[in-house]
């Protein structure tokens, strides 16, 4: 069985400050490790995945992330956060093979950029 | 291309009546997948089809069904529905390539509520 744990609910932060939402997951397999973002009142959109080779993963938005084997983490980091940045992040695993379309998600984190 | 959409997008419905939901993937994606959202569960997997069968599933109650279509087009079905139903229900589409399969793109999900 898989788990993702998220360990901050809510993150405030001052525009132009960095940022880290931190994401631990637990899994006996290979797996494939998501963040995906949602904005009030829309569905989730992809910031970035991890399937396979460099630990360091870009996304959109100036987003990035590194996955850490030893440490079973998948910490989203941005140097410099905008107003546009607040919404409730979540990070997210998978399986391969036939349990790839079946996402286990954390309880997500609450960004909340001030001005 | 036109992204995964789901109609209705806002549904109030009664405890004890039964609620259908659609959802179109993206154009070329045969794997469907639904998920519910709750403010006290968060995000859970409910099932995937690919290529008009169940793939995976969720851990809900029988209540809960789905089926997919000869074009990928999906529908839940909610049978005998309770107050705990209320949530949104979010849809997403995946490509199959060969070696693995390409992102999940998720829909803007439809809000039901039950009163």
């Known amino acids: 069985a898989q788990s993702v744990t998220q360990l901050d609910s809510q993150v405030p932060v001052f525009e132009e400050a960095p940022v880290e939402l931190r994401c631990n997951y637990s899994?006996?397999?290979?797996?494939?490790l998501f963040w995906y973002v949602q904005y009030p009142n829309q569905g989730l959109q992809l910031l970035l995945k991890?399937?396979?080779?460099?630990?360091l993963v870009k996304g959109i938005n100036g987003f990035e992330a590194e996955f850490n084997k030893s440490q079973t983490s998948f910490h989203l980091r941005k140097p410099s956060v905008h107003i546009s940045d607040t919404a409730e992040y979540f990070c997210?695993?998978?399986?391969?093979?036939?349990?790839?379309?079946?996402?286990?998600f954390g309880q997500g984190t609450i960004l909340t950029v001030h001005p | 291309k036109a992204g995964v959409t789901q109609t209705p997008r806002y549904l109030i419905k009664t405890r004890g009546q039964q609620v259908t939901l659609s959802c179109s993937p993206i154009?070329?994606?045969?794997?469907v997948s639904w998920y519910q959202q709750t403010p006290g569960q968060g995000l859970q997997f409910l099932f995937e089809?690919?290529?008009?069968?169940?793939?995976n599933k969720g851990n809900f109650p029988g209540r809960f069904s789905g089926r997919q279509f000869s074009n990928s087009r999906s529908e839940m079905n909610v049978s005998t529905l309770e107050l705990g139903d209320s949530a949104l229900y979010l849809c997403?589409?995946?490509?199959?390539?060969?070696?693995?399969?390409?992102?999940?793109?998720f829909g803007p999900g439809t809000r039901l509520l039950v009163l």
């Open positions: 997403a589409s995946s490509l199959e390539v060969a070696g693995g399969r390409e992102t999940q793109y």
């Open positions: 899994s006996s397999v290979s797996v494939y």
């Open positions: 991890y399937l396979s080779g460099s630990t």
């Open positions: 997210a695993v998978s399986g391969s093979g036939t349990s790839y379309g079946k996402l286990t």
């Open positions: 154009s070329g994606h045969r794997s």
């Open positions: 089809y690919f290529s008009e069968t169940q793939r």
